[in-house]
């Protein structure tokens, strides 16, 4: 069974940083597919819905959100099935629920469970 779990929200002050993980286990990725996979994180605010935040490619090439350029980088370790994302100058605009999506395919695609941000001004 497919297993995908975010950590490393939490309470951090305007100005501050903080680095989510995502990490893939069970099914599919026991072996060394998470190499194929499109990586996303979304975020969702309160009363608002969900966006797009960054990407990261199977080729390594990344893609961000206009509001979080030049403050967020994704990256990725094949090796250990994760992805990580650094936020950095973090605003409070930025608190929302950060969620993972892993994507192989048009049949494989799942999502973890999300992680609290909480940016305080």
């Known amino acids: 069974q497919v297993q995908l779990v975010e950590s490393g929200g939490g309470l951090v002050q305007a100005g501050g940083s903080l680095r989510l993980s995502c990490a893939a286990s069970g099914g599919i990725f026991r072996g060394s597919i998470f190499s194929l996979a499109t990586v996303n994180w979304y975020r969702q605010a309160p009363g608002k819905q969900r966006e797009p935040v960054a990407t990261?490619?199977?080729?390594?090439?990344?893609n961000y959100a206009d509001s979080v350029k030049g403050r967020f980088t994704i990256s990725r370790d094949n090796g250990k099935n994760t992805v990580n994302l650094e936020m950095d100058t973090l605003k409070p605009e930025d608190t929302a629920v950060y969620y993972c999506?892993?994507?192989?395919?048009?049949?494989?695609?799942?999502w973890g469970q999300g992680t609290q941000v909480t940016v305080s001004s």
């Open positions: 999506n892993v994507k192989i395919g048009p049949l494989n695609d799942y």
């Open positions: 990261i490619t199977v080729t390594g090439n990344t």
